[in-house]
């Protein structure tokens, strides 16, 4: 680190961890900027003279990392959530007390870590002091209708059969190339090759599966029940609490009941009762897995759909479906989808 020569640089950066390792990967790509002050101080009389001050060139800061990345295997990359700790992987490791060495976390202790982790990503964010303009009419506060849901598993809920009838082997699932849920995507458009006159060069049929792929379609797989008329006084019934119990394990048997036929899927509703203009939103899913591990969950942006007909007047819907990434015996990736997101 040095002084930075005001002379002659005007703007002075630096290319992080992650972005070196996009860089390797041939990843990279600058799509985005913000701008910043947390290194700027103001005199309480504005008579400071700016020329005056001596400015170090820009390095390294934890507070770089806001979003945890993870390899194509799953595997998140290492992150330092605090100066003892470090997440590597799906595992959490915290300095020995009078020890540089670091040790596995497990049981209650990685329980609370887990919390910190989550709360390291939004001081990182906060530290960063982001420049931006502050609506003074409207609220820029925060607030959600629930901060917690869940869902039970039953005989026929959120399975059309018993849960048992409703596993797949990672082999017979739909790898990348074949998922509807990634046919919208560049990489999986279907592109048989033609002549330099436009004109087709053989015949090819195109193999993916192009099911669910508009809005009417996703609508009924996910349960037009989600997007019926709205009571504004009170949710949409969802069917969560069939068992009458929230107290009780998402798995036990004794949850999963013997004679309820309920076809609609289960779904929840939360309205953004205090938000800015914008509605800017950093968006990361975590799995707390069985043990001592952390998963985040993929997320894929299945893009905008319109529905003119929506009841609510809510016409624009942005989709993301949330869930993991396999590799069956052929080493082919696979997106198992877990449960779906719809933003109105």
């Not at 400071?48 to 001596?54: A, F, I, Q, T, Y």
């Not at 330092?80 to 009078?98: F, R």
């Not at 049981?107 to 502050?134: A, P």
């Not at 790898?175 to 004109?199: A, E, I, R, T």
Request: glycine share 6%; with cysteine; proline share 3%.
């Amino acid at each position: 680190m040095g002084i930075l020569d005001k002379k002659t640089r005007f703007i002075d950066l630096v290319i992080t961890q992650e972005g070196k390792r996009q860089m390797a990967d041939g990843l990279l790509r600058a799509e985005y900027a913000s701008l910043s002050d947390c290194h700027a101080f103001y005199d309480n009389n504005e008579k400071d003279n700016v020329s005056e001050r001596l400015y170090f060139e820009v390095m390294e800061r934890p507070e770089n990392v806001i979003v945890i990345e993870k390899d194509d295997s799953g595997r998140m990359f290492n992150f330092n959530y605090s100066p003892s700790g470090s997440l590597s992987g799906d595992q959490i490791y915290e300095q020995i007390s009078g020890s540089s060495d670091l040790a596995l976390v497990t049981g209650s202790q990685f329980q609370s870590l887990t919390g910190s982790i989550m709360s390291s990503i939004t001081r990182h964010f906060k530290n960063n002091y982001f420049l931006g303009t502050n609506n003074s009419i409207e609220t820029d506060e925060f607030i959600l209708s629930k901060d917690k849901v869940k869902f039970y598993i039953t005989n026929f809920n959120p399975f059309y059969e018993t849960p048992q009838q409703s596993t797949v082997n990672v082999d017979n699932a739909e790898p990348f190339l074949l998922d509807p849920m990634l046919s919208h995507l560049d990489n999986f458009q279907f592109l048989p090759p033609k002549n330099v006159d436009g004109s087709n060069y053989g015949l090819y049929k195109d193999i993916r599966n192009t099911n669910n792929t508009t809005w009417p379609e996703i609508k009924d797989e996910l349960g037009k029940s989600a997007f019926s008329k709205e009571n504004l006084e009170e949710n949409v019934n969802n069917q969560n609490d069939l068992t009458g119990d929230n107290n009780g394990s998402l798995l036990d048997d004794k949850y999963i009941l013997k004679d309820i036929s309920v076809k609609e899927k289960q779904f929840e509703i939360i309205r953004f009762n205090e938000t800015s203009d914008e509605n800017n939103l950093i968006v990361q899913i975590y799995e707390n897995s069985n043990g001592s591990t952390l998963t985040k969950l993929d997320i894929v942006d299945a893009g905008v759909f319109y529905d003119e007909k929506d009841p609510n007047n809510r016409y624009e819907k942005r989709l993301f479906y949330v869930g993991k990434i396999f590799f069956d015996n052929f080493d082919a990736p696979t997106f198992i989808n877990i449960f779906s997101i719809v933003m109105e």
